[in-house]
């Protein structure tokens, strides 16, 4: 097991939920992703660091092991298009986040430099006509997010339709050992 993940599991099991749990919607009462791997809820961490004046944070947190190296995936999920997203509240949720991952790898006196972190935002899937306008000269990149991130040489921002995550995961879940907290 990974080492961040024996530290979270051992500070923050109660934080362990699924994929699914993290992409609930409370004010709305639904899940926006039906998976069932296990992840550690990024919410859920940051109320247990910060149970005073909580910061913002992104939702679901979990380890990725690739090749000879892991990445962090820091999963942000959003009940609405794209283009109802408030980019400012985003790019603050990004810059908190960040700032209590670095609390978080000190507190448990972890190296950063031996994980790629990947803030992804996913939000609902889009009709046809906001697909065809939003590939009309733009970028991938949503939210401006990619000029907020701290480390440009270990982070990286992903956004995308809720259903593109989805099927990653699955395809995940068979092809590669994902780290389960679990």
Do not use: W
């Not at 939920?17 to 961490?45: A, G, H, P, Q």
């Not at 949720?93 to 950063?112: C, D, H």
């Not at 040489?153 to 780290?179: A, M």
Request: hydrophobic fraction near 35%; proline fraction near 2%; aromatic fraction near 10%.
């Amino acid at each position: 097991m990974d080492k961040l993940c024996f530290e979270l599991k051992k500070q923050y099991n109660s934080c362990i939920k699924t994929l699914k749990e993290t992409s609930r919607d409370t004010e709305n009462e639904e899940y926006l992703c039906d998976s069932r791997v296990n992840v550690f809820d990024f919410d859920c961490i940051t109320k247990i660091m910060y149970p005073i004046d909580t910061p913002k944070s992104f939702d679901a947190l979990m380890v990725v092991p690739h090749e000879n190296k892991y990445f962090l995936l820091i999963i942000e999920f959003k009940n609405q298009r794209a283009s109802q997203i408030n980019n400012k509240d985003m790019q603050d949720k990004l810059l908190k986040s960040q700032k209590t991952l670095g609390k978080m790898f000190e507190m448990l006196s972890i190296a950063r430099d031996e994980y790629h972190f990947i803030f992804c935002v996913v939000y609902l899937n889009s009709n046809h006509y906001e697909k065809f306008k939003s590939h009309l000269g733009k970028t991938l990149h949503k939210f401006d997010l990619e000029n907020f991130i701290e480390d440009k040489k270990r982070s990286e921002v992903i956004t995308h339709e809720i259903d593109v995550l989805c099927k990653e995961f699955l395809k995940l879940q068979s092809n590669i050992q994902i780290i389960s907290p679990k």
